[in-house]
């Protein structure tokens, strides 16, 4: 079993930087690919970002793409997601989770079903 537990978020303008961290317990860590979903008021949760377990993977939403970074440490068994150039759009509960099954397709990377284990989410706001 693996828990989550994520640090960062907060509160910035829009075009400023936010870093977020989710550490995990376990020594399997390094097994895990590992994704960052958000989740706005009134919207449903949406696929932000994944990295495969030995980051040779990267996937990214086309909202996020050029913006976010996704990366790991598995020495620290942690897993980031490095946000520029925010915008008030990007507002949301953002929460990382973990799965254990590699991708069939790319597709699969979006869907939050795969993945097993949840931080407990960490807010995000935007101001314009």
């Known amino acids: 079993q693996v828990q989550l537990v994520q640090s960062g978020g907060g509160l910035v303008q829009a075009g400023g930087s936010l870093r977020l961290s989710c550490a995990a317990s376990?020594?399997?860590?390094?097994?895990?690919?590992m994704g960052w979903f958000r989740q706005a008021p009134g919207k449903e949760r949406e696929f932000v970002a994944r990295i495969s377990s030995s980051c040779r993977g990267t996937y990214y939403a086309d909202s996020v793409k050029g913006r976010f970074t996704i990366s790991r440490d598995n020495a620290k068994n942690t897993v980031y997601l490095q946000m520029n150039s925010l915008k008030p759009e990007d507002t949301a509960v953002y929460y990382c989770?973990?799965?254990?099954?590699?991708?069939?397709?790319?597709?699969?990377?979006?869907?939050?079903?795969?993945?097993?284990?949840w931080g407990q989410g960490t807010q995000v706001t935007v101001s314009s």
């Open positions: 376990g020594r399997t860590f390094s097994s895990y690919a």
């Open positions: 989770a973990a799965d254990q099954r590699p991708l069939s397709t790319t597709i699969q990377a979006a869907q939050s079903t795969r993945y097993s284990y």
